[in-house]
């Protein structure tokens, strides 16, 4: 389960009345809260939507005072949304015992949040097992689909590709990963291709890995090579070696036809034997010579 799971949740519109969620990355935790203030009309937030921290909240509300917030009957008729975030161990022995009486008798106009920093423990788990939980944390294979999503909420239509070409410059570091998007916001188009980034990510005259398995995969033997003449100014041959096989693996793991299978299968017999040699002999491997193998293939 992930955050995908809770978006899911959250186009059904939340249905349950209490939801437990935990995120080893807060982050998570932010993405989570800002779905579901975007359930609720900006004019009812101010009275149907409550988000409480317990560690940092000014208001010096009781946990019995957040409970009671709870049970009052929401504005415009509407459903209620509150939020705690709060590590559920820290929670004193009376204010356990108020939120499993609340937990076993919700209000019925209330979506209740609770939103948990870190693994949840078999303690916890037990506990909670009545509760609809959901893992925040995303495994490496659906943040594609999470920032084709998270384009979407900005109002961007962005292509696998694109996807791809972001995670694998960036990496998976959400925070960046999201403020690259907040970005396209500004190129004025709906629409956003490799094209209509590439200088915005990594700078014009910069390149990655994905920008040169790429290259060689369309059989760009001028870029390939401009490519590399970048590339080698900051990354060792073995290093680059190992960054490749990783490129290609993702491009693997994607999906690929019977005669693509025997293509990555050739690719990487090439990229073992280079790096057997490196490893056997010490010496300055042949770079060029294995990217013209790669175009040949």
């Known amino acids: 389960m992930s955050l995908q799971v809770f978006f899911h949740e959250i186009e059904k519109g939340l249905p349950l009345p209490v939801y437990l969620l935990y995120a080893s990355d807060l982050f998570f935790h932010r993405e989570a809260i800002e779905a579901i203030k975007r359930l609720v ?19 010096g509300l009781s946990f019995a005072q957040i409970v009671d917030v709870a049970n009052t009957v929401p504005f415009f008729g509407k459903r209620k949304f509150v939020v705690l975030v709060e590590n559920l ?39 909670f097992k009545m509760v609809k ?5 995303m495994r490496e294979s659906e943040i594609p689909h999470w920032i084709k999503q998270r384009a979407k ?7 696998d590709k694109v996807a791809d070409y972001m995670l694998g410059i960036i990496g998976p570091d959400f925070g960046l990963l999201s403020a690259e998007i907040e970005k396209f916001s500004f ?13 915005i990510i990594v700078g014009e005259g910069s390149y990655s890995t994905f920008d040169l398995v790429y290259a060689l ?34 491009n693997l793991s994607s999906g690929s036809k019977p005669k693509e299978d025997d293509y990555f299968l ?32």
């Open 41 to 59: 009309p900006e004019v009812e937030r101010e009275f149907n939507l409550h988000i409480f921290d317990l560690l940092l909240s000014e208001e």
């Open 89 to 127: 161990q820290k929670l004193s022995k009376d204010n356990n015992k108020r939120l499993d009486e609340y937990i076993s008798n919700p209000a019925p106009s209330t979506i209740f949040l609770l939103l948990h920093e870190g693994v949840l423990k078999k303690e916890l788990r037990e506990r």
């Open 133 to 137: 939980t959901i893992a925040l944390d």
């Open 153 to 159: 909420i900005n109002g961007l239509e962005i292509s």
């Open 187 to 199: 190129l004025g188009k709906q629409k956003i291709g490799v094209d209509d980034i590439a200088h």
């Open 217 to 250: 995969i369309e059989k760009d033997s001028e870029r390939v090579f401009r490519i590399y003449k970048t590339l080698r100014e900051t990354t060792d041959d073995y290093s680059l070696i190992g960054a490749l096989n990783w490129q290609y693996g993702r």
């Open 266 to 297: 050739r690719v990487f017999e090439l990229l073992h034997k280079a790096d057997r040699d490196i490893k056997s002999s010490g010496r300055t491997f042949p770079m060029e010579y294995l990217l013209v193998k790669l175009l040949r293939l």
